[in-house]
T-cell receptor, first 114, second 113 residues
Framework: GPKVLQIPSHQIIDMGQMVTLNCDPVSNHLYFYWYKQILGQQMEFLVNFYNGKVMEKSKLFKDQFSVERPDGSYFTLKIQPTALEDSAVYFC????????????FGPGTRLTVL | QQKVQQSPESLTVSEGAMASLNCTFSDGTSDNFRWYRQHSGKGLEVLVSIFSDGEKEEGRFTAHLNRASLHVSLHIREPQPSDSAVYLCAMRDTGANTGKLTFGHGTILRVHP
């Protein structure tokens, strides 16, 4: 089936540094999502993105977070500066539409902030 | 905000025996309920997506939705060791119509040969 790729699979950085997580969504999809899963906890919605704009964001999407997809390239999540509580697995998803359209998930990027 | 609870937290079954997983939600306004599977280190694989009360079958996976009871279940027929994974219930939040999904904590399923 359609695949969403995420790069890198693991990232270790020092607190205060900037990090960019990359997502390569399914080619004809229009809606993009980031979810966050802290170890042992449930997966939680961060943000979704359509037509160059954030549609909805949760309270977990702090001011230090930003998303973009310049010119149809990677859909990125940038955290600047990082904090210890940002350590988690971040999952990207994409879908062709809303409503019942399926969201296809990537394998996740494990971010460790030291 | 939707709340999603899954039970049991973990389940061990023998190969070939039916496995049943449960999910309850806080209100019935969502229009779409889904079951995903997550193998260790992998992304989420959608198993069944159900919109209406009743039953929906996708291969060996059957979902039952009862909005009045705020309940959706997943039944796995003839489970195999390769079905061992974390199973996640999710529902679409219809409030802002942005496709946002709310997930449960997951059920760890182990299938013994």
């Amino acid at each position: 089936g359609p695949k969403v790729l995420q790069i890198p699979s693991h990232q270790i950085i020092d607190m205060g540094q900037m990090v960019t997580l990359n997502c390569d969504p399914v080619s004809n999809h229009l809606y993009f999502y980031w979810y966050k899963q802290i170890l042992g906890q449930q997966m939680e919605f961060l943000v979704n993105f359509y037509n160059g704009k954030v549609m909805e964001k949760s309270k977990l999407f702090k001011d230090q977070f930003s998303v973009e997809r310049p010119d149809g390239s990677y859909f990125t999540l940038k955290i600047q500066p990082t904090a210890l509580e940002d350590s988690a697995v971040y999952f990207c998803a994409s879908s062709p539409g809303l409503g019942g359209a399926e969201q296809f998930f990537g394998p996740g990027t494990r971010l460790t902030v030291l | 905000q939707q709340k999603v609870q899954q039970s049991p937290e973990s389940l061990t079954v023998s190969e070939g025996a039916m496995a049943s997983l449960n999910c309850t939600f806080s209100d019935g306004t969502s229009d779409n309920f889904r079951w995903y599977r997550q193998h260790s280190g992998k992304g989420l694989e959608v198993l069944v997506s159900i919109f209406s009360d009743g039953e929906k079958e996708e291969g060996r996976f059957t979902a039952h939705l009862n909005r009045a009871s705020l309940h959706v279940s997943l039944h796995i027929r003839e489970p195999q060791p390769s079905d061992s994974a974390v199973y996640l219930c999710a529902m679409r939040d219809t409030g802002a119509n942005t496709g946002k999904l709310t997930f449960g904590h997951g059920t760890i399923l182990r299938v013994h040969p």
